[in-house]
């Protein structure tokens, strides 16, 4: 595979898991961070050069993963929002390892 079609492959990677992200597929989300960490070795294998002659092509892909780590964060916070309130806790308190007590 040549290095431009690694990067399109990449790129086309990294929109499917935003969909699977955005779509609250953990399967899928956890099925796509393996092949990314693949994409990652292969391209951290690549010569520089080569790469910063697709500069404009490396700054969408940074973009991108930057929006999907943005997202991940944001499901994770929710995630545990959603727990704290499950739980009777605020997430503040759930963070110092406070409980409310319900029972008196």
């Not at 079609?5 to 955005?22: D, G, K, P």
């Amino acid at each position: 595979m040549s290095i431009d079609e690694l990067l399109l492959s990449f790129e086309t990677l990294l929109e499917e898991e935003r969909r699977a992200v955005v779509g609250m597929d953990a399967d899928k989300v956890l099925e796509l961070s393996q092949k990314k960490q693949g994409y990652l070795a292969r391209l951290a294998s690549q010569p520089r050069d080569a790469l910063r002659e697709r500069g404009p092509l490396m700054k969408t892909i940074t973009a991108q993963i930057r929006e999907n780590c943005i997202l991940l964060a944001h499901a994770r916070d929710c995630v545990r929002d959603a727990i704290a309130a499950g739980t009777c806790t605020s997430p503040e308190s759930a963070a110092r390892g406070h409980r409310l007590s319900i029972s008196g």
